[in-house]
């Protein structure tokens, strides 16, 4: 599990500070009202008194692990204080065998295509955490080729059809320096499909610009064929498709009937490109991703975006056989289950990465 913001400076505070604050993390996700010391000493028995539990709370307070919305009242968690909680957490955290099952039925429901599985994930995803469920569709040009075709038009017209194994079909019209005969045509698609069957539209891009078929009898026209597909590869590009499920649940969770707060999250996810850097930092990792309040301490590249204060987003990547492409994720309040919600973004993740690597072979 990779944590935003982690770099080991949290190195301030003894075991003893480190389980009473986890027990006030769990006391104010269980409750969404501050913790006491009367209350952790009567439910949780830590073997501490009331009076060394609130020297302790005065200690994490005074280090910005806690603080206190009134004077006489107990302790809520800061964002610094989340992130200690959530870097203590195990390495594996298993999912209940019944919501397992149920995920696994609500995918059995659906057609097994790709953008059939993205977006009941996001469904699920929202389902199971009540909070808002996203998913981050592939690039166009991540996609994997799974066969090309030249057509001759006429005159000094081609036309290219990709297909690639999501099932998405591009096409477009090549004009060419001159007509290449229809057998020619046919070669080179062999050649193609032999050579790029597999790859991703984005090698296959880069590729063409230095690649030269082996077959003499094709060479002759394959520069100029591979220097225009290369030219016009630009009709395959696009942003990634966003799935979005659940924020009704997120918006009654943070606003509390605030109307300014509902604006501006509705601001940050319709423009969603605060979203797609964050998703796009989880595609580099190989785990859980964890970020709370958009801070990320070890990163001066962005300025942190206000919008998602109190906010919270666990992400994961999923793959198409060894390729990462595309990720999911949660988004909460920092008040969320993190146990809950990671061990579910991870089970879910790994589950579509195995459905979608079975269907593009």
Wanted: glycine share 6%; charged share 30%; hydrophobic share 35%.
């Amino acid at each position: 599990m990779h944590m935003a913001g982690q770099n080991n400076r949290d190195n301030d505070i003894n075991l003893r500070q480190k389980e009473i604050l986890r027990l006030v993390v769990d006391g104010y996700i269980q409750r969404a009202r501050p913790v006491s010391s009367f209350y952790i000493a009567r439910n949780y028995n830590p073997a501490l008194s009331s009076a060394t539990i609130r020297s302790i709370f005065s200690d994490l307070e005074s280090k910005g692990y806690l603080y206190s919305p009134h004077r006489s009242a107990g302790r809520i968690p800061t964002a610094r204080g989340y992130r200690l909680y959530v870097e203590q957490l195990p390495e594996k955290l298993a999912i209940p065998e019944a919501d397992m099952k149920f995920i696994q039925k609500e995918y059995l429901k659906r057609d097994f295509q790709l953008y059939d599985i993205l977006d009941v994930t996001s469904k699920i995803l929202s389902m199971m955490t009540n909070y808002a469920g996203f998913v981050v569709g592939p690039e166009p040009e991540q996609a994997v080729l799974k066969h090309i075709e030249l057509i001759d038009m006429g005159q000094d017209e081609v036309l290219v059809v990709m297909v690639t194994r999501s099932g998405a079909v591009y096409s477009k019209i090549l004009y060419l320096e001159k007509r290449i005969p229809r057998d020619y045509l046919h070669k080179i698609s062999q050649y193609l499909n032999d050579t790029f069957k597999g790859c991703d539209l984005r090698d296959i891009r880069n590729r063409l610009d230095s690649d030269q078929a082996g077959d003499e009898d094709i060479l002759q026209y394959f520069s100029m064929i591979a220097r225009t597909i290369s030219a016009n590869f630009d009709s395959v590009k696009g942003e990634e498709q966003f799935f979005t499920s659940g924020l009704d649940n997120l918006y009654a969770l943070i606003s509390r009937g605030k109307s300014e707060r509902i604006r501006e999250l509705g601001y940050f996810f319709e423009s969603s490109e605060q979203l797609r850097r964050i998703f796009k930092k989880t595609l580099n990792l190989d785990d859980v991703f964890v970020l709370i309040d958009d801070e990320d301490n070890n990163s001066n590249d962005y300025e942190k975006d206000d919008r998602l204060n109190d906010i919270s987003i666990v992400s994961g990547s999923y793959r198409m056989g060894e390729k990462r492409i595309g990720a999911i994720g949660v988004v909460g309040p920092n008040r969320m289950d993190y146990n809950r919600v990671i061990s579910i973004v991870e089970y879910v993740r790994c589950l579509i990465s195995n459905m979608i690597t079975r269907m593009s072979n």
